[in-house]
């Protein structure tokens, strides 16, 4: 496992970590398959007439990678790899990208019907 790996699985871990504060709203799970992929948190919400479903998608910026490109990485693989394909309402992308101490996100609003 690489440093950056590292650091990126460990950034996960602390992102999952302030999701459980939302576990009475959402059921919460980390690496479990959705559509065709893993996504890094994926919240189901309890009241989807009410509140949408949020899968976050956690990179690290590769070296020499620019922060927008990534962003749109992460954006991009939830849809390419249909992480929502089993949730009907709204859902609430999120890419989240850091490099060091720097940390950006992007997000999208989908309707499934």
Request: proline share 3%.
């Amino acid at each position: 496992m690489s440093f950056r790996h590292s650091i990126e699985e460990a950034f996960h871990h602390f992102i999952l970590g302030l999701s459980i504060a939302t576990s009475d709203v959402y059921e919460i799970t980390s690496e479990r398959e959705a559509g065709d992929g893993l996504p890094d948190v994926y919240m189901k919400s309890k009241s989807p007439l009410t509140r949408p479903h949020v899968i976050i998608e956690v990179k690290t910026l590769k070296e020499g990678e620019r922060m927008e490109t990534a962003l749109h990485k992460a954006l991009r693989q939830m849809e390419d790899k249909r992480y929502n394909s089993a949730l009907v309402g709204e859902i609430l992308h999120i890419g989240l990208v850091h490099d060091g101490k720097k940390c950006r996100v992007v997000s999208k609003r989908k309707i499934n019907k």
